[in-house]
């Protein structure tokens, strides 16, 4: 402790006390004074006045012994020393015994006063001197003696006054004495335990964080006392950290025959390749959202891949985000651009958002994008939808995003253009014609059909038109890419060369390229190793069931996933293999999406009829088949059952990547565990140590969900051990790398 600190701290609180008491200790005592001082002026006016016709008559009479008498009823009570009777000069006629002793030496002091004060019918003074301290009250009683008549003088002991006043200012001292020492105990204690004791803790906590060691996040009580540098600490610390990880994988990784890729990696290649702020991003979903909460506006990340893959980007090169602004708080928090700089945290690069109307959102989003191309694209056996009206809207809306991101490359030269997903095909087109300098991506987050499924769009030449404008186009896997050089040459006059994949049309060449997209997958130091995986019993407890053990799927509830034939394959499997009925709990973790579309809306109600209808068929007290949780999962969440099931199962009729499937083996640090993978998602195409599966079979589903629960172990290892080292060495960082080096060499060609 630094007692310094202490004593400046102790003496200035002790200073102010002071300073305090004293004030109030000095009014105290200066009222008591005056309020003793009246009371004593007052009874010696009092008794002046009582004796005084008394006393005058005696005297004008000659009976000297009854006026002798009666001035010695008053000597010595209580605080009357006693009484005189004095003449004008001074000399007394008569006195009470108890002040024979006062007058000795008093006369020429009374003298002064009274000739002071000769125009007064009274006087009064003190006389602190004496012992004890007198009060002197004279008053005429006549007039008659030549030099000025009589005065009946009244002697009391003011000592009382001097008395009130020390014990007033001796309570203060001992007061102010105990309050200095409570402040110093109190301090000591305040300053160990607030102070002392929460910096010491933290300057372990950064020692331990510099020294490499394993430490947990900085403790409450340092965190409240240094509020927002605890904070500031805490993200160097954390950077100090990811900084010690990362050179230490990087080191791991200088013996492995595969580079693998890293955002320190991805974001030196967008440094070198790319000049400072040049890159730009045009996306429906934004990076960062701003909602109204309980504590005012609060800014959230989405779970999103795609944020995850892109941000590190534009952290690089400080590029620009074009994106929806979706929260019910975002325009609060733009500049007058629509403009605003993020991560909150640490700004390095620009969000621009583009505000549409209710109807906008419902013609462009919910119509066109997800009514219209989203089942266009998955074969899932739903019929797309298409309105002339919400084709009008998702016309305007891409141009409204094309010409926020035109005002935004006003000023750049050859700037580079990532565009997201099936929200924006006509987008590429409208900005090349402004500016053909611009080198463009549009990356299809979806498959694409075959020709003549995507002939059912009645705009299908605009769609591919639009999406021609970009000089790369990129799909998941190269069988996508196959499907959109035959849509083009079925539906276009264009030229196609398919020894290096590129299309010429209208006076331009566009390179068509599978990136398959991935997530982190950081492996680094493999820290889930020293946790002990959640017991599958505290996972079903709080929802009423028992088992040994489950299985997990993960979806959004949409009709693409195949969750109504996941759920009649563990049906199928039940009946076949019924040993397992009251072991086994497959749980289905769903987050509802686009409930605002009827179908959605419809799919929804035929799951839960399967979930009941099922449940029904095989559960008993305490146990059934399937347990739907039908809510948004945060990724913490979703990773518990990760790592406590037996299997996942992902059964999707369609689906362009499946990321849920990369989740799991990521999450599998014990390497233990089985994946189960449609053969229609672009995962099976470079996961073929999972179980492989027509999600329509439901025997080979149902045989595969046996095969699942009784491998072995040593199986189950090897299995997982290449599945992880696929995730980790075709990451996300990977899938962006990939493509801006695609992007960044024919941008070169090009100047």
């Keep these: 402790m630094n007692f310094k600190v202490v004593f400046r701290l102790v003496g200035s609180l002790t200073a102010v006390v002071l300073a305090v008491a004293l004030y109030f200790a000095f009014s105290s005592s200066h009222q008591e004074q005056l309020r003793l001082l009246g009371d004593i002026e007052k009874r010696a006016v009092l008794l002046a006045d009582g004796i005084s016709d008394s006393l005058k008559g005696h005297i004008v009479a000659g009976r000297q012994e009854f006026a002798q008498k009666l001035a010695e009823k008053f000597s010595n009570r209580e605080k009357i020393l006693g009484l005189a009777v004095q003449e004008a000069d001074g000399k007394v006629s008569l006195f009470s015994p108890g002040v024979k002793t006062y007058l000795e ?62 014990r007033i200012w001796i309570v203060t001292f001992v007061r102010v004495g105990a309050q200095v020492i409570l402040i110093i105990l109190v301090c000591f204690a305040v300053i160990y335990t607030n102070i002392t004791a929460p910096i010491r803790d933290a300057v372990y906590w950064l020692r331990g964080v510099r020294l490499g060691k394993e430490t947990n996040e900085m403790k409450a009580s340092s965190r409240e006392l240094l509020g927002p540098l605890a904070d500031e600490v805490g993200r160097i610390a954390r950077s100090l950290q990811n900084a010690r990880i990362k050179a230490e994988k990087e080191a791991r990784l200088r013996n492995q025959s595969a580079a693998i890729w890293t955002p320190e ?42 944020v995850t893959a892109i941000e590190p980007l534009l952290k690089a090169c400080g590029g620009t985000w074009v994106a929806h602004g979706s929260g019910n708080a975002d325009k609060e928090v733009v500049d007058q651009n629509d ?117 059912i769009c009645p705009w299908r030449c605009e769609i591919l038109e639009g999406m021609l404008g970009a000089d790369i186009l990129g799909f998941h896997t190269q069988f996508h890419c196959n499907n959109f050089m035959e849509t083009v040459d079925r539906f276009l006059v264009s030229r196609i060369n398919y020894e290096n994949f590129s299309i010429f049309q209208n006076n331009q060449i566009s390179l068509v390229r599978p990136y398959p997209i991935s997530i982190p997958a950081d492996f680094s130091g493999e820290e889930e190793l020293d946790v002990a995986p959640p017991s599958v019993q505290s996972l079903l407890a709080e929802h009423g069931v028992e088992a040994e053990m489950i299985g997990v799927g993960v979806d959004r509830l949409d009709y693409t996933k195949g969750l109504v034939e996941r759920f009649l394959s563990l049906e199928t499997f039940f009946l076949k293999h019924p040993g397992y009925i009251g072991r086994l709990c497959f749980v289905e973790l769903g987050a509802p999406t686009r409930s605002a579309i009827p179908k959605y809306a419809q799919f929804m109600q035929e799951v839960e009829f399967e979930v009941d209808r099922i449940n029904q068929r095989f559960q008993t007290k305490n146990w059934k088949p399937i347990l739907f949780l039908k809510k948004n999962h945060s990724h913490a969440a979703i990773n518990v059952f990760y790592k406590a099931a037996k299997f996942c199962f992902v059964s999707s009729l369609h689906d362009g990547m499946n990321l849920v499937a990369k989740e799991y083996v990521a999450a599998r640090a014990d390497q233990l565990g089985v994946l189960i993978l449609s053969q229609f998602t672009g995962a099976a195409r470079e996961m073929e140590d999972a179980l492989i599966v027509n999600p329509y079979d439901f025997e080979q589903s149902a045989s595969a969900i046996f095969q699942a629960l009784e ?28 493509l801006m080096g695609d992007l960044s060499r024919l941008r070169v060609a090009s100047s």
């Design 711 to 738: 491998m072995s172990e040593a199986e189950q290892e090897r299995r997982m051990l290449f599945l992880r080292q696929g995730v980790m060495e075709n990451n996300i960082y990977r899938w962006a790398a990939v």
């Design 265 to 306: 990696r991805l974001k030196e290649l967008v440094k070198d390749k790319l000049e400072a702020g040049s890159l730009y991003v045009i996306a429906n979903r934004e990076p960062y959202i701003h909602e109204q909460g309980k504590k005012g506006i609060e800014c959230m990340t989405p779970a999103s891949g795609l």
């Design 339 to 455: 403009r605003l700089r993020v991560p909150p945290e640490q700004p390095e690069y620009t969000l621009r958002r583009v505000w549409l109307s209710e109807e906008e959102e419902k013609g462009y989003y919910y119509g066109f994008s997800n009514e219209g191309l989203w089942p266009l694209c998955h074969i899932a056996h739903h019929r797309p939808i298409f309105r002339v009206e919400d084709w009008n809207y998702y016309q305007s809306v891409n141009r409204k995003f094309a010409d926020a991101l035109l005002e935004e490359i006003r000023d750049q030269k050859d700037p580079v253009i990532l565009v997201q997903d099936y929200h924006f095909a006509l987008i590429s087109k409208m900005i090349k014609e402004s500016r053909p300098d611009a080198r463009i991506a549009i990356f299809w987050h979806i498959p694409w059909p075959n020709p003549e499924s995507f002939g």
């Design 105 to 166: 030496g008093a006369q020429q002091k009374w003298l002064d006063y009274r000739i002071s004060n000769s125009e007064q019918n009274s006087f009064s003074y003190f006389s602190w001197t004496a012992s004890p301290p007198l009060h002197i009250y004279s008053a005429k009683l006549d007039e008659t003696t030549p030099d000025g008549g009589l005065y009946l003088t009244v002697y009391q002991d003011a000592s009382i006054v001097k008395e009130r006043v020390t």
